[in-house]
């Protein structure tokens, strides 16, 4: 993993619906610079404490950008090279480096590697690059393989030299131009052996790529290991915080800090509480007075931590399975900041002081827990790495809890009370302490 990738926040970016774009891609392929909306609002990430840019997708595509038709062009409805030009230099500029969104299982169905395909079958230069099946008849359209069924996303066939030639065209590309990692789409869904033919080579151009792999559910340090990932996104982690605090069962939450310690071992992993792809943690826990308590998870522990735009404002949006579902959770943002509604600020004050924390402590990225008390609404743990410690401590009941915290030292964020080797929190209290 590249050095710099310890300090590493981002705010995530789903550009197409932050600058309000149209759902279709124009027929005539008008563009529209839209990109330096974009830039009117890095300030803004910066003092929240990022200083990383994780965009989602930016290429020419059909609808909702996974549907990529051109991996080396910029969105019409979100500009040119110029614009993209203009907001990496504009990033750079205030320190924030910038990781783009790689679709490389799936092309969409008007990508001219598949047209080419339709329009001259069998025979097509680029036929070897899908899964296709061709059924009898001169004029019949072959069967191919989707992305989780979805018929207008062709998935590629990792196995063919060409495909590995051409993502690492792609990747090595946009490194040149100035992006400084890459999030790998849908990477579950990739044989492990395709990136590890594809990432040595984009390293040996670019060696302090960082590149973060999408895996949903599966053997998290295998997929590093085998493929030549940095890290993949820690979604075991993701649910455990929600799911804990919504049912009061802690338990949860520290069993599934065990396993984030595992992954540790061998990787540090992308953690967050929000992405473009969930419904929005305010409006995903049942009890909005422990949104705290998720963001001082996902400040403590071990990783990199990602927030997504809008989750700093406490924005709330619930992702659908249907089409146009994932609408209330990528939705336009005002101009600037100061069009911002006044009541998600405080949410932003609490991150700023959390990730302000977080720099203060930077050996945070790797470090581990241990369990000092643990009960259905009560918890406590230790985190520690390089001779360092702080301790948390959550409560989720209606009534003030004590909680062992051995070694604890003064409140540096939430609120409690030390008696000795305990803390004393409210009602639906927490702290972070030092150790």
Same mark, same amino acid.
């Given at each position: ?56 997708? *930016? ?9 990529? *038709? ?35 299982? %799936? ?50 066939? %990792?196995?063919?030299?060409? *495909? ?32 590890? $033919? ?62 984030? @310690? ?41 990783? $990199? ?55 203060? %402590? ?58 000795? @080797? ?14």
């Amino acid at each position: 993993m590249p050095d710099w990738v310890q300090d590493a926040v981002w705010w995530h970016v789903y550009p197409l619906g932050f600058v309000g774009a149209e759902r279709q891609a124009p027929a005539d392929g008008t563009v529209t610079h839209r990109l330096d909306r974009l830039t009117a609002w890095l300030d803004y990430a910066v003092e929240l404490g990022a200083n990383g840019l994780a965009l989602g997708p *930016v290429f020419a595509s059909s609808t909702h950008g996974y549907d990529t *038709v051109d991996h080396a062009r910029i969105d019409p409805r979100l500009g040119d090279d110029a614009d993209f030009d203009a907001l990496v230099a504009a990033a750079h500029d205030r320190g924030l480096r910038v990781l783009l969104d790689g679709v490389f299982n %799936h092309v969409g169905r008007e990508h001219p590697a598949f047209r080419a395909v339709l329009e001259q079958g069998p025979a097509a230069p680029t036929a070897d690059w899908f899964r296709l099946r061709w059924p009898h008849g001169p004029d019949a359209e072959p069967e191919y393989d989707t992305f989780e069924g979805h018929g207008q996303l062709v998935a590629l066939d %990792h196995s063919a030299p060409a *495909v590995a030639d051409w993502v690492t065209g792609v990747m090595t590309g946009w490194l040149d131009r100035g992006a400084d990692g890459w999030r790998l789409d849908a990477a579950y869904a990739v044989p492990t052996s395709f990136w590890a $033919t594809v990432l040595p080579r984009v390293r040996a151009r670019h060696p302090d790529a960082y590149v973060v792999g999408e895996v949903i559910h599966g053997d998290y340090a295998r997929v590093v290991a085998d493929s030549g990932m940095d890290a993949v996104t820690q979604y075991e982690l993701w649910k455990a915080v929600w799911s804990s605090l919504n049912d009061g069962n802690l338990h949860e939450l520290a069993h599934a800090l065990g396993r984030h @310690d595992g992954f540790l071992d061998a990787f540090v992993p992308l953690t967050f509480v929000g992405n473009h792809d969930v419904t929005r943690i305010a409006s995903r826990l049942t009890d909005v007075r422990h949104l705290p308590h998720a963001l001082a998870v996902l400040f403590t522990v071990g990783g $990199t931590p990602s927030v997504y735009a809008g989750d700093e404002q406490a924005f709330t949006g619930v992702k659908e399975d249907r089409a146009g579902g994932d609408d209330a959770v990528r939705p336009a943002f005002p101009d600037t900041p100061a069009g911002l509604a006044p009541y998600g600020w405080p949410t932003y004050r609490l991150h700023e002081e959390l990730i302000g924390l977080r720099r203060r %402590h930077r050996w945070l990225h790797r470090a581990r827990t241990t369990p000092l008390h643990r009960d259905n609404r009560q918890l406590s743990y230790a985190v520690a790495a390089d001779g360092q410690r702080l301790v948390v401590a959550l409560n989720l009941a209606d009534t003030a809890a004590r909680l062992p915290a051995p070694g604890a030292g003064a409140v540096l964020a939430g609120a409690g009370t030390v008696r000795g @080797d305990s803390v004393e929190l409210a009602a639906h209290g927490w702290a972070v302490l030092d150790g």
